[in-house]
């Protein structure tokens, strides 16, 4: 499985930007796909994940009400919409696809950096 990100840059606190992870290879037994970022000189932390049928999402705390996740499957991509952006929220954003049930299966995308200004 290859997945490409784009969508990043550089914006205005306050500003929206929408990411986008498209999926290439052989995706059957992905199940879950999620936006992970890491900060500089910090951890990645998960931001939003998503189940394949996209019927589950989940958040973290810090971007519940300002970040939205989602896919389309007969596109092969995945959206992270992100409005309200804050300079804590710069980072280097990756996409994740993995399967629930086969831990082998965990595949991560080359990320792309958000920059938000104060």
């Known amino acids: 499985v290859q997945l490409v990100e784009s969508g990043g840059g550089l914006v205005q606190a306050g500003g929206s930007l929408r990411l986008s992870c498209a999926a290439s290879?052989?995706?059957?037994?992905?199940?879950?796909m999620g936006w992970y970022r890491q900060a500089p000189g910090k951890q990645r932390e998960l931001v939003a994940a998503?189940?394949?049928?996209?019927?589950?999402?989940n958040y973290a705390d810090s971007v519940k009400g300002r970040f939205t996740i989602s896919r389309d499957n007969a596109k092969n991509t995945m959206y992270l919409q992100m409005n309200s952006l804050k300079p804590e929220d710069t980072a280097v954003y990756y996409c994740?696809?993995?399967?629930?049930?086969?831990?082998?299966?965990?595949?991560w995308g080359q990320g792309t950096q958000v920059t938000v200004s104060s």
């Open positions: 994740n696809a993995a399967s629930l049930s086969d831990k082998t299966l965990d595949y």
């Open positions: 290879g052989s995706t059957i037994s992905i199940n879950v």
């Open positions: 998503i189940t394949s049928g996209g019927g589950s999402t």
